[in-house]
């Protein structure tokens, strides 16, 4: 694997903390750095946790007050008896909010983070700032990638072995070199906690077909999103083409789209310096 900065060393000097929150029923893993006015609440992608933001903390902290958790079922959040479906994770991020005391905030959501976010805005949004959307996902329906998906991450979680957390976190990225040891490490550690399988089958349950239909992002809620939109593809996305992050940001008043060449579905991993400066610029403005 090629060489690169370690996951907890990609922010040298920042103070943080990670602590778990009580929201309902979740005992949430939560890290925040940073002490900006506003804050800037980042979600990753199914499957995922915290760690997904590793190499843009220290960007965004000089900042914003940045807040990144594990989602229900994800992480070292309390695992799922039962599916999780779009409601589930709305109430959860309202709760999270309630909780650290944050009444309004910017959103960046990969994947299933942006799906969330969308949602969440149109949901609340005296509560939503701006959106950063990466790759996100929420209105395509491909079997195929569902399906791959699907069986990629109950492999990994059902026998967490290196080669099996490496081929799903490999899915990810444009260059499969770009997956460390450390990163398929952290996953593993994640995958191998008790109750950890049946946790990804309800995580999963988007993946499926009907499902996914129920909760996907209808036009009336990209039309309800209150503020400034940034949907961010990629080159090499293997969810699917550009064109689904260009109609996203056409039916978001205020949306904007941006194409990051030579990443896969975790932009803010692979291009981290761009990805960076593109989110703060965005949010400047």
């Known amino acids: 694997m090629t060489s690169s900065t370690s996951v907890w060393t990609s922010f040298p000097g920042l103070d943080f903390t990670v602590t778990h929150v009580q929201v309902g029923p979740w005992h949430t893993r939560v890290l925040e750095a940073g002490s900006g006015p506003e804050t800037l609440i980042l979600m990753a ?87 950063i959307l990466n790759t996100p996902g929420g209105t395509m329906s491909t079997p195929e990638v569902m399906e791959r998906i699907r069986n990629l991450s109950q492999a990994a979680a059902d026998d967490p072995t290196p080669e099996r957390v490496r081929a799903r976190l490999e899915w990810l990225m444009a260059d499969p070199d770009r997956v460390t040891d450390e990163l398929v490490a952290i996953r593993r550690g994640i995958y191998s906690q008790p109750g950890f399988a049946e946790s990804m089958r309800h995580i999963l349950c988007l993946q499926d077909p009907e499902t996914r239909m129920r909760n996907r992002i209808s036009d009336s809620e990209f039309a309800a999103v209150p503020g400034p939109a940034l949907v961010v593809w990629t080159s090499n996305d293997p969810s699917g083409p550009a064109g689904a992050g260009i109609d996203m940001a056409s039916k978001i008043a205020g949306g904007r789209f941006e194409l990051i060449t030579d990443a896969g579905h975790w932009p803010q991993w692979e291009q981290a310096e761009q990805f960076n400066k593109l989110v703060l610029a965005f949010l400047a403005e």
């Open 45 to 131: 992608g199914t499957g995922g946790h915290l760690e997904a933001y590793s190499r843009n903390l220290a960007a965004f902290a000089e900042h914003y007050r940045v807040v990144a958790f594990d989602y229900p079922g994800h992480g070292y959040t309390t695992l799922a008896d039962t599916d999780l479906e779009m409601p589930d994770y709305l109430a959860h991020l309202a709760g999270l909010m309630d909780a650290l005391g944050i009444e309004k905030a910017h959103l960046n959501g990969e994947s299933l983070g942006g799906w969330i976010a969308v949602k969440f805005a149109a949901a609340q949004p005296d509560r939503v700032g701006k959106l």
